[in-house]
């Protein structure tokens, strides 16, 4: 009996520490971050994005967490600095990714400040990117023979452009790209104390 009580408090303390190293020391840590300078808080239209990012499982092909110099060649890439937490301050849930089989999208709105790229891109990768496997989400968006006053208009690539008709962009397709433009942390802001970013 005496050895169960030994195990049981093993395992109790083990328990402990864990959940102080993992949960109570980052809550201590990140308790007064502020939003970086620079930083704004969402629209209601690129919250309503955010929500189709979500849905639209971008999530899981797509990081928000370009890394540091010293771990990848992110920023070679052109995909900007390595964050700070203060960059994350309006995002709940965080969208940090767990794969990248794309590239990371933390400043997509900086790399690509084109809505009408944006948009193409969303009804069909390949035209912008050859060779791109994201797939296309051709039910965000109407084709039509005619456009009406106040739809936004995709101007294609003539080669994937239907004939005699117009791709227009449902407001789902506005949103997420509304969305993917507010991803702009290109703003300085003071690396952290540590190791060289």
Known sequence: MENEYKLLGGAMVTLALATATLVVVPYVQLSDVQPSPGLKDYTSAELRGRRQYIENGCVYCHTQQPRARAQAPDFQRGWGRAPVAGDY??????????????????????????????????????????????????Y????????????????????YAPLGQVVVARPEALDLVAYLLALDRSYPVKPPPGPDR
């Open 89 to 138: 301050f309006y995002d709940r849930p965080h969208l940090l990714g767990t794969m990248r089989t794309g590239p990371d999208l933390l400043n997509i709105g900086a790399r690509q400040p084109s809505a009408d790229w944006n948009l193409g891109h969303l009804y069909q990768p390949r035209a912008y990117t050859p060779g791109s496997i994201m797939p296309s989400y051709p």
């Open 140 to 159: 965000l968006f109407e084709v039509k023979d005619k456009a009406e006053k106040g739809d936004r208009v995709v101007n294609l690539p003539p080669a």
